[in-house]
Each structure stands twice: as structure tokens, then as C-alpha cells.
């Protein structure tokens, strides 16, 4: 592929430029006017791969920006969220549009830290090409490769950016074989670098033979390969055609090209473009955010070799009730059919949600259905509204440019939409939809909050409510046990955003321990006696008692045992005593924890004509559960949960050791065959409070786990649980 143009040909796009403003944009956005001339392209990669700064360095070759914003200084473009610029990494979705030969394209810049993979995922659902960023300094991690995976199975196009060329430490050659070893042999150099005196200071065309010289500046000057060049790139070059030959539809290139033809350069771009629009191909392209190096040729495999939204599939839709609503096109003149993607809040736009449009046109001024259904576990109630649309925004960073439409296929931003949250489905009134929502990972890690004060539950709640809108990898649960206020996190740094967004609206709390939700039980028979008789004048209340508690086995909850003879106590009483031992019960015997799996039996006591009632009877009826207590012996119980963790065999024998020291009982260990091992294991809870973050210190980021309840465990006499 040769190069189009010239970071001054780019920049005539259009747009203001000044040398006092960084920013070059106009203050109106760019609106497509067709799917067709539209390109939706996810960054992806690890912290610190470089995302943020090659957006950078497009930007100022594509001529939106005068000059290059800093991570360190908080003034990139796609991190104008405070929290980035606090933990000085990408946080958050972003969309950053610009205008490439007369074609919108919306780069979307995700973050790279595993906490924020719902992000990340959000990105790719936005999207309609993946261009992964690897630092030529760091390699690759397994978020990456893992995120690889997903966008294979979805047959998501992809290119290959090796970013910090420039670095000293920088090693383009084996960030390459990293790749190509990570990524599969269809991850193949569409340029290689050029060096001078051990800087690189160009690219060369592998299929051009033309170099591109960076050296004098960003605005490169194109000039032809010498043969010393083009001698040290011929194996590469050759690799190259093969690759791309061999996907091409046209069968008898191949024995043509090995037969000695030399195939045309435009045939060949021709089945490249072909080949990577349709998910088969790879192109690997060198960059430097600092020297510009590389810009203009990945704008120009942005712009011709990515597809379309046209010609990709859109999410499964369905009516209100579930039934299949037919299948959609990305057509502007079809059903209005988009989806909430990323949801935040300003002070005073309030809600602003960053739409993908798959169907139909959103026009300002119109009205629209929002529907939110399938994430009630996450807390969000399934819910359906009518609003209306009042503005539509192209977003570059923090700011909200105009636009009047926005067609099928573009990406934009929308403001006071009340009910909207990521995840919702926006469409047309007189035709609601539902679209099928993306997998959401699941929060793992505990963190407990409490208001400094009553007058701060209210705020905590309204503010966790808008955080919670917009950040479905986010739950927040009332523990009915334990009463605490719980924020399950992916794990430390989303914890840290999450709390700090709270505090910056104005919402005192300070963290507390995770309190595990114990129960108690009976560890052997026992029996109560409950009196309650008081004389105050008037009616008196008078209830006795006698009942026999013993232990069932786990799991087989409570029994209530009527043995009385003789109509010792009325009948109308016998329900009375078992409301008060199940009042009780809740509020526990010993440490304040409910009781469980135990069958009481009611087998005497005594009652008063006059003075015995429904409230003396379940006094007694508590009264003897207590005695009971007190005169036999209680037994704490502690959740255990069913734990599944995925780790690469390298680590497996480090984590099982790390579970036997965790109480753990290892279940079972299946290989997937892939370098990847699959453990079971039954864990206490108290043991994975915080197993997010630990299990990733200690795979080197490359573990996951999931885990369900499964049953309560007597604790050990020797362990204190918290």
C-alpha cells in the first residue's frame, strides 16, 4: 500500500488554526452524511502501550490540533475525564472523531488497565475495526491477547500499530515476533522501519518500495528505496505478497506469482484491503507519537482498508415482549435502532451518553423510546421511558461540538436523556426496540463505605445512582445481613475512580472492612425454657414455654414442631411461639448472626385465660431459643464459595499452593489445551475479599476467576473470621 498523502494534504479537512490554540477543530462537528463514509475503529491495548498519544499524533497530522497534548500535564485529548488525569491512564471510553479524504472517522480510545475491561468492551461494541496498539518498549499482555480472542471470535477486522519506536529501549523486531506469536502468522509488516544511525527515521513500503523520510519533522517527504534497502527487506517483502496471495479469491494468483509473474502493486492492495476488511489479515505498521512517525500511513489503512458499518452485522433486536423484531440494516431511512454505549455525568449538561446509532437517523427535536432491560443483577431495574431528543453532539474530548443528525453506522453524543444508561436501547416511539446488551464482566472485589454522617446517606445514594448509570461493570448492593453498603469493583484502581467520582460530588464517606455474612447454628441438641409473666395492673401477660432444639444438616433451613399435649398452651397460641423463635433467629443467639438449619419442637408450657396474648408468646417463644442457647453448644457457619479460575500452566502450581493457604479444597484442575488451565476449588469468603487483586499479582495479571455460593461450612476454632 502506498502512501496517499501528506500531513498537509490530511489537513484539508477543514477546521481554524491559531497558533495560540492548541486545538485547530471548528466549533461545529462533523456530521456524515452516509454510512458508507464512515469508520468506527477501537484502540486497544495495555496501559501504557501508547493509545492516548497516537491519537495524539493523528490528530495533529490530520490537522485538528495545533500541537500535541501531554498524559503527565492532564491536556491529551481523550483523557479529559479528571480521574485519567488523576491515575494518568485512560479510565474511560472516548470518541474522537475526525475527517480523513472526505471520510468520518471515529477513533475510540479504551482503556488498557484490566479494571476497566467493561469499558474496553463497550469500545469494541461501538466499533467496526480493532486497531491494536503494542509498545515496541513493553510487548504485549494478556488483557491484550485475551481481548484478541474475543474480536477473533467476533471476526472483527483488525491492524497491528507497534508504538515508542523512538525509544531507546525500544526493540521493533521482537515486539513483531511477540506479536506474531501472540496473534497468530496472518500478523504480517506492511512497513518496516528505517534507520540512520541507529535512529529510525522512516518507513519503506514493503509493496511500494517507496520510503517515507520523517526525518526533518512530521511533514514527511516520500522518496524511492535504494537497493541496500530494499535487498534487507526482500524476505520480508516476499512474506508479505505470500500472505497476502494466499487470500486472495483469485486461486491462480498464487501459482502465477510462484511461477515468476510479477504481480501488479495495485492487485495486491486490492486483496489486502479485501482481506483485512473481512477480519483475515493483519497489517503490522511502526509509529512514533512523538516524531509523527507513521501517521499518515496508518490514517490511509484507517480510511481504505477498514470497512464500513455497512458491512458488518448488527446486534440481534427484539419488541418490548421479547419477540424477534426482524432483522436490521444499517440504513438511515430504517427503524431507529441505537445504543447507549458510555454514560457520564456534567454539572450542567447533566446526563450525556455516547450513542452508537446501528439503524435509522436521530434528528434534534425528535422523540424517542428508552429501554434498559437484562441488567437488574447488576442493580439497574428494567425500565422503559418516552423523551425526547433535544441536542445531538459530535464529542472531541470534553468537548460537544453540534451536529443536526446523526445516520446509521455514526457514532454521538446525546444530553439530558433522564433514563438513559449504558446499555439502554434508544428507538423510536411508535416502533420500541430492544438490542441484545454485550457481555458485562462481572465486579468481584468488595469495597464496604459508609457516610460520614446522616446528612450524607441521601447524597451517597443520588450520586451512586448516577455512577451506577453509566457504569454497569459497577454493583452496589445493601447486604441484608450485614447491613453494610457494598460497591463490588473490578479491583483497586476502579475503586479508587469510583470513590473519588463520589467525592467530587460532594458525598463524604470513608471505606470500612467487609463484614462476611456468618450464621449460627445449634452443633448439638438442646432445650429452652421461656417465662414471661409480668403483673402491672389491669391485664397482665403471662406465656411459658418449653421447647427442644437439634441441628439439621446443611442447607435444610427451619422446622417447626408442634408436640404439646393436653392443650397446655391454645392453639391460637402455637404459631405465636414460632413467630417469636423465628424473630429471634434473625437476630441470632450468640454473635448476632441469623440461625439456620434447625428444627425446634414445641413440647410444653403453660397459658392464662385472661393474661396470656399473641405478644407474650413470642416473647417466650424468643426467651427459650436464647435459654437454649446459652445451655447448649453454637456452631458459627461461614459461606463457601465455588470458585473457577483460569490461569496459564505456567502459574498453575503458585496459585493451587496460594488456595491451600486460603482454606481451599482443590475440585478438580481441566487443561483447555491452549497454555491454559482451568481450576476448582471450594473457597471460604472470607479468604477472597480481596482474591481480584491478589490472583493478579500473583499470575502476573494473567488470572481470572469467577465464583458462586454454595453452601455455609462450620468455621474452624482456630480461625477468627472478621
Not at 499470575?699 to 454454595?710: D, E, P, S, V
Request: proline residues 6%.
Amino acid at each position: 500500500m502506498s502512501v496517499k498523502g501528506t500531513k498537509d494534504s490530511a489537513r484539508t479537512s477543514g477546521g481554524r488554526t491559531g497558533p495560540e490554540q492548541r486545538r485547530g477543530d471548528s466549533s461545529a462537528g462533523i456530521a456524515a452524511e452516509e454510512p458508507a463514509r464512515i469508520r468506527n475503529i477501537a484502540l486497544v491495548g495495555h496501559s501504557g502501550a501508547g493509545k492516548t498519544m497516537l491519537i495524539e499524533a493523528l490528530l495533529a497530522a490530520n490537522g485538528m490540533i495545533t500541537r500535541k497534548g501531554s498524559i503527565a500535564d492532564g491536556t491529551t485529548v481523550s483523557d479529559s475525564d479528571p480521574a485519567a488525569v488523576h491515575q494518568q491512564r485512560s479510565v474511560t471510553l472516548s470518541l474522537v472523531p475526525l475527517s480523513v479524504d472526505d471520510i468520518k472517522v471515529n477513533l475510540l480510545d479504551t482503556p488498557g488497565y484490566p479494571d476497566f475491561i467493561g469499558e474496553m468492551r463497550a469500545g469494541l461494541r461501538a466499533a467496526d475495526a480493532a486497531l491494536f496498539v503494542v509498545s515496541a518498549v513493553d510487548g504485549i499482555d494478556a488483557t491484550t491477547t485475551a481481548l484478541w480472542g474475543e474480536c477473533e471470535h467476533e471476526r472483527l477486522p483488525r491492524a497491528v500499530v507497534i508504538t515508542r519506536t523512538d525509544h531507546p529501549r525500544a526493540d521493533y523486531d521482537a515486539a513483531l515476533a511477540e506479536c506474531r506469536k501472540a496473534f497468530g502468522e496472518g500478523v504480517l509488516p506492511l512497513y518496516v522501519p528505517v534507520r540512520t544511525g541507529g535512529d529510525v527515521t522512516g518507513l519503506l513500503g514493503l509493496l511500494s518500495g517507496t520510503v517515507t523520510d520523517y526525518s526533518s519533522g512530521e511533514s514527511p517527504s516520500a522518496r524511492e528505496a535504494d537497493a541496500g534497502e530494499l535487498a534487507g527487506t526482500e524476505a520480508a517483502r516476499g512474506e508479505l505478497i505470500e500472505g497476502i496471495i494466499a487470500e486472495s479469491e483469485d486461486e491462480t494468483l498464487m501459482d502465477r506469482y510462484l511461477g515468476g509473474e510479477d504481480i501488479d502493486t495495485g492487485v495486491l492492495i486490492e486483496d489486502l484491503e479485501t482481506a483485512v476488511a473481512r477480519g483475515s489479515f493483519f497489517p503490522v505498521l511502526p509509529t512514533s507519537a512523538i516524531t509523527g512517525l507513521g501517521s499518515a500511513e496508518l490514517l490511509e489503512v484507517l480510511v481504505r482498508a477498514f470497512p464500513p458499518p455497512t458491512e458488518r452485522g448488527l446486534p440481534e433486536a427484539t419488541d418490548l415482549s421479547g419477540q424477534p423484531a426482524g432483522r436490521l440494516a444499517c440504513d438511515p431511512a430504517g427503524p431507529l435502532a441505537a445504543e447507549v454505549v458510555r454514560t457520564s455525568n456534567d454539572p450542567f449538561l447533566g446526563r450525556i451518553c455516547l450513542v452508537r446509532v446501528f439503524s435509522g437517523t436521530l434528528r434534534e427535536d425528535s422523540p424517542v423510546h428508552v429501554s434498559g432491560h437484562g441488567l437488574a443483577d447488576r442493580g439497574h431495574q428494567d425500565h422503559d421511558t418516552d423523551e425526547r431528543v433535544t441536542h445531538i453532539y459530535s464529542p472531541l474530548g470534553s468537548a460537544l461540538r453540534p451536529v443536526p443528525y446523526s445516520v446509521a453506522g455514526d457514532i454521538c453524543a446525546l444530553a439530558k436523556l433522564g433514563s438513559a444508561e449504558t446499555g439502554d436501547t434508544i428507538s423510536s416511539r411508535d416502533n420500541p426496540l430492544l438490542l441484545a446488551t454485550w457481555d458485562m464482566p462481572e465486579p468481584l472485589l468488595p469495597v464496604a463505605v459508609e457516610p460520614d454522617s446522616r446528612s450524607d446517606e441521601d447524597a451517597l445514594a443520588r450520586s451512586l445512582g448516577k455512577i451506577a448509570a453509566g457504569d454497569p461493570t459497577l454493583r452496589v448492593e445493601r447486604n441484608a445481613e450485614t447491613h453494610q453498603l457494598v460497591l463490588w469493583c473490578m479491583g483497586e484502581a476502579h475503586a479508587e475512580v469510583v470513590l473519588d467520582r463520589l467525592r467530587e460530588q460532594g458525598v463524604k464517606l470513608h471505606t470500612v472492612n467487609v463484614v462476611t455474612p456468618l450464621r449460627e447454628t445449634f452443633a448439638a441438641p438442646s432445650a429452652g425454657h421461656g417465662r414471661h409473666v409480668k403483673q402491672s395492673g389491669g391485664h397482665g401477660q403471662y406465656a411459658v414455654c418449653d421447647i427442644e432444639v437439634e441441628p439439621l444438616e446443611r442447607g435444610a433451613g427451619f422446622e417447626f414442631l408442634d408436640k404439646t399435649v393436653g392443650g397446655v398452651i391454645p392453639g391460637t397460641f402455637i404459631p405465636s411461639v414460632e413467630k417469636g423463635v423465628r424473630a429471634q433467629m434473625e437476630k441470632g443467639v450468640s454473635a448476632g448472626f441469623p440461625v439456620v438449619d434447625v428444627r425446634v419442637t414445641l413440647v410444653g408450657g403453660k397459658a392464662h385465660s385472661v393474661d396470656s396474648s399473641d405478644a407474650a408468646f413470642q416473647a417466650a417463644g424468643a426467651l427459650a431459643l436464647r435459654e437454649a442457647a446459652a445451655a447448649g453448644k453454637i456452631q458459627l457457619l461461614e459461606p463457601v464459595s465455588a470458585v473457577g479460575i483460569t490461569v496459564s500452566d505456567e502459574h498453575v502450581g503458585s496459585v493451587m499452593s496460594d488456595l491451600s493457604g486460603r482454606r481451599g479444597r482443590l475440585t478438580g484442575t481441566t487443561s483447555t489445551g491452549d497454555g491454559l488451565t482451568e481450576i476448582s476449588a471450594e473457597v471460604p469468603d472470607q479468604e477472597l475479599l480481596r482474591y481480584a487483586v491478589e490472583l493478579r499479582a500473583l499470575t502476573a495479571g494473567t488470572g481470572r476467576f469467577t465464583r458462586r455460593y454454595l453452601r455455609h461450612d462450620p468455621v474452624p476454632a482456630s480461625f477468627s473470621p472478621s
